[in-house]
């Protein structure tokens, strides 16, 4: 077996265990990494602050680490989870969103079919009218002329390199530019435009989808109105504190509410003294 196909055996038997991870540590990566990921700044962001990018966990990747994800990695977490740099997670969103506004709606074609990111495509696909594959994208679809429902396009977005690999087929078939959506455990080297991010969580899927809307509505002066973030996300978004300055408060808190209790029953035992004279 050749050590692609071994990398490739190893993503498909651990894709769906990797999906349930981020979806338990986003709730503790925000406190846990803050502190890191901003020593990563050197630079400001382009295209929106870094803590949406922290609290989307969009730099949050994988246990594995292809090879040509690993320049993009910036280390990993005691539990082996791989942190994006984030100033390239910005930069190369900002190259691939460029990339992808000279088409025009009607000339391009988006798949998502992992359901974590549907929400955000079907929005984005409602506001700009890019054509939309998500539960099952049917293969052959661009490249059967027999087909009934055959059509042509000139470029294609995909969310999974893997799990949308008879898209990428296709693609490469018909000589077409892709985008795609990498986390460290993908290859890129089918992708034309890689946006590097994590692919498995709503959150981190909604924020690219939101970027790209208000960028693509803007550039095609399209007259609608972009929703918000969390409208993309589907649910409300909450920048931790660091985990130092959290556990302080809390202290702080429970000092505080050991103090009242304290005082509280001084006065229950002044009370008593008082009702027994």
């Not at 382009?46 to 990747?61: E, F, H, P, Q």
């Not at 490469?172 to 455990?185: A, E, Q, R």
């Not at 035992?269 to 004279?277: C, L, N, R, S, T």
Request: aromatic letters at 6%; one cysteine or more.
């Amino acid at each position: 077996m050749s050590r692609k196909k071994a990398e490739e055996k190893i993503i498909e038997t651990t894709d769906l265990d990797e999906s349930k991870k981020h979806s338990i540590d986003e709730k503790q990566v925000s406190a846990e990494d803050t502190e890191i990921i901003k020593q990563t700044k050197k630079e400001e962001t382009i295209l929106t602050s870094l803590d949406d990018y922290i609290k989307t966990a969009s730099y949050l990747g994988t246990k594995v680490i292809t090879p040509t994800m690993r320049k993009y990695v910036y280390r990993r977490r005691l539990d082996g989870l791989a942190i994006l740099n984030t100033n390239i997670v910005d930069k190369k969103l900002k190259e691939a969103i460029d990339f992808i506004v000279q088409y025009k709606p009607e000339e391009w074609t988006l798949v998502c079919k992992r359901e974590a990111g549907w929400r955000a495509a079907k929005m984005f696909s409602e506001l700009t009218g890019v054509r939309l594959f998500t539960k099952k994208y049917p293969a052959g679809i661009i490249t059967n002329i027999v087909l009934p429902n055959f059509f042509e396009t000139k470029m294609m977005m995909i969310c999974d390199p893997w799990l949308d690999k008879n898209a990428l087929s296709d693609a490469k078939i018909v000589h077409i530019p892709v985008v795609g959506v990498c986390d460290t455990n993908n290859h890129t080297a089918d992708i034309d435009a890689v946006i590097i991010a994590n692919n498995k969580s709503n959150k981190s899927l909604g924020l690219i989808f939101w970027l790209l809307a208000k960028e693509y509505l803007k550039v095609h002066k399209i007259n609608k109105k972009l929703p918000s973030l969390e409208d993309f996300v589907g649910e409300k978004l909450v920048l931790e504190e660091p985990k130092k300055k959290r556990i302080k408060k809390e202290k702080a808190e429970q000092a505080l509410k050991t103090a009242e209790q304290e005082i509280e029953e001084k006065m229950r035992e002044i009370g008593k003294a008082q009702e027994g004279v």
